[in-house]
């Protein structure tokens, strides 16, 4: 039986309208954490995400429970809690560290930085998954590192904590993204999910007593709205994305992130659209390139 070409080339096309939902939520998830972290610090925003993110799981779960055979405990209950628990710390580390560098560089270069986390997945996953490391996955975490260079610019401009940041939070979301596989061979996506954001809220809470906790004002509940919103549509769109191509496909297209985001902090922030942190990031899009020719993308696509 031939196959429908028609629905064979609609989906990449899918994929890329998924793709613009998820370049669109990022975008607007750095937007509205620069607005709130005028008035709060990094913990503090993330327990209100988390909050939010919560309630939006939470009455998901609840609305399934009515068409479903399974209690709530079911439905939630994880199969190794310290896996998810670990999962969770590097995902909110990671994640402070984004909002973090949002505020002190440039954020076409945190997300060139941001672009190195598949390069760290190839680079880790030997340790952490046990897949074997090769020469390719060598050259890819070499190319990547000249990547870094030319957006950093050591020596021709001085490093801050933000470049800093956005390293160790590309590291932080490749050890998410190697935990999130290895809990999804026994766990639904609305297991980690409630997971996630229920403990990333107490997180959240516990360390925001760090500095005080400060009650946000009327002028940025609509930010925080909007970073709750997005910090979920943004994973969905991402993950619909790749449930319609393969990873080979949709990565390319998440590199559009890098231009809109420039622009956008040009727009807004007066920031200076740098050649080289294009240049870098080109750098880096090889790498990644080089690194999904290795793996095998139907594997990656299902």
């Given at each position: 039986?031939?196959?429908?070409?028609?629905?064979?080339?609609?989906?990449p096309?899918?994929?890329?309208?998924?793709?613009?939902?998820?370049?669109?939520?990022?975008t607007?998830?750095?937007?509205?954490?620069?607005?709130?972290?005028?008035?709060?610090?990094?913990?503090?925003?993330?327990?209100?995400?988390s909050?939010?993110?919560?309630g939006?799981?939470?009455?998901?779960v609840?609305?399934?429970?009515?068409?479903?055979?399974?209690?709530?405990?079911?439905?939630?209950k994880?199969?190794?809690?310290?896996?998810?628990?670990t999962?969770?710390?590097?995902?909110?580390?990671?994640?402070?560290?984004?909002?973090?560098?949002?505020?002190?560089?440039?954020?076409?270069?945190?997300?060139?930085l941001?672009?190195?986390?598949p390069?760290?997945?190839?680079?880790?996953?030997?340790?952490?998954?046990?897949?074997?490391?090769?020469?390719?996955?060598?050259?890819?975490?070499l190319?990547?590192?000249?990547?870094?260079?030319?957006?950093?610019?050591p020596?021709?401009?001085?490093?801050?904590?933000g470049?800093?940041?956005?390293?160790?939070?590309?590291?932080?979301?490749?050890?998410?993204?190697?935990?999130?596989?290895?809990?999804?061979?026994?766990?639904?996506?609305?297991?980690?999910?409630?997971?996630?954001?229920?403990?990333?809220?107490?997180?959240?809470?516990?360390?925001?007593?760090?500095?005080?906790?400060?009650?946000?004002?009327?002028?940025?509940?609509?930010?925080?709205?909007v970073?709750?919103?997005?910090?979920?549509?943004?994973h969905?769109?991402?993950?619909?994305?790749?449930?319609?191509?393969?990873?080979?496909?949709?990565?390319?297209?998440?590199?559009?992130?890098?231009?809109?985001?420039?622009?956008?902090?040009?727009?807004?922030?007066?920031?200076?659209?740098?050649?080289?942190v294009?240049?870098?990031?080109?750098v880096?899009?090889?790498?990644?390139?080089?690194?999904?020719?290795?793996?095998?993308?139907r594997?990656?696509?299902?």
């Amino acid at each position: 039986m031939k196959p429908d070409v028609s629905t064979t080339e609609a989906k990449p096309a899918l994929a890329a309208l998924w793709m613009c939902g998820a370049i669109a939520s990022f975008t607007a998830m750095a937007v509205a954490g620069r607005a709130i972290q005028q008035e709060l610090d990094s913990f503090e925003l993330m327990f209100w995400r988390s909050l939010i993110g919560f309630g939006i799981v939470l009455a998901v779960v609840l609305i399934a429970l009515r068409n479903a055979d399974r209690g709530f405990v079911t439905i939630i209950k994880p199969t190794s809690p310290m896996l998810h628990l670990t999962r969770n710390l590097f995902h909110f580390a990671g994640q402070n560290l984004w909002f973090y560098g949002i505020m002190v560089i440039p954020l076409s270069q945190l997300v060139a930085l941001e672009f190195t986390m598949p390069i760290w997945v190839a680079l880790l996953a030997p340790l952490v998954l046990g897949e074997k490391f090769t020469m390719r996955r060598l050259f890819v975490a070499l190319l990547g590192f000249v990547g870094i260079l030319i957006v950093a610019q050591p020596g021709v401009q001085p490093l801050t904590s933000g470049h800093l940041a956005g390293m160790l939070c590309a590291i932080g979301f490749a050890m998410n993204v190697m935990l999130t596989k290895r809990i999804m061979r026994a766990d639904s996506v609305i297991c980690v999910l409630f997971w996630m954001t229920l403990s990333q809220t107490l997180f959240g809470l516990i360390l925001a007593q760090w500095g005080g906790f400060t009650w946000p004002s009327p002028a940025i509940w609509g930010w925080l709205v909007v970073v709750g919103l997005t910090g979920l549509s943004a994973h969905y769109a991402l993950s619909s994305a790749l449930g319609l191509a393969p990873a080979s496909t949709v990565a390319p297209m998440e590199f559009l992130r890098l231009p809109v985001i420039a622009l956008v902090g040009v727009w807004l922030y007066a920031e200076a659209l740098e050649p080289l942190v294009f240049a870098g990031a080109a750098v880096i899009l090889l790498a990644n390139w080089v690194n999904l020719r290795g793996v095998d993308t139907r594997r990656l696509s299902s």
